[in-house]
């Protein structure tokens, strides 16, 4: 024998009273979590950068003193999203 239920409708949206994600974070600032659009245009800026030197220094492969100078440009590039990326991973919420 089984039980009716009642099927009452469940409001869409975040419910009155409980947190965002990270707001139960101590010092929680909303202003401090990473705007998407922020990291993507950093990101961008910084990808752009790197094909950018990347056009201008390209040899056709050839091997020269300069080539180490690219690598250490491309390595800095490179390290400067991570870092964009990483920073913006720490203020998201880890459910």
Known sequence: MTTPMSHTPVPS?????????????QGADPAGFADPASVRAQIDELMSELRAGSRETDTGGAESASAGAEITRRARILEQAHDVLVQALTTVDKI
Do not use: A
């Open 13 to 25: 949206g975040p419910r009155p009273g409980v947190p965002l994600p990270g707001q139960h974070l």
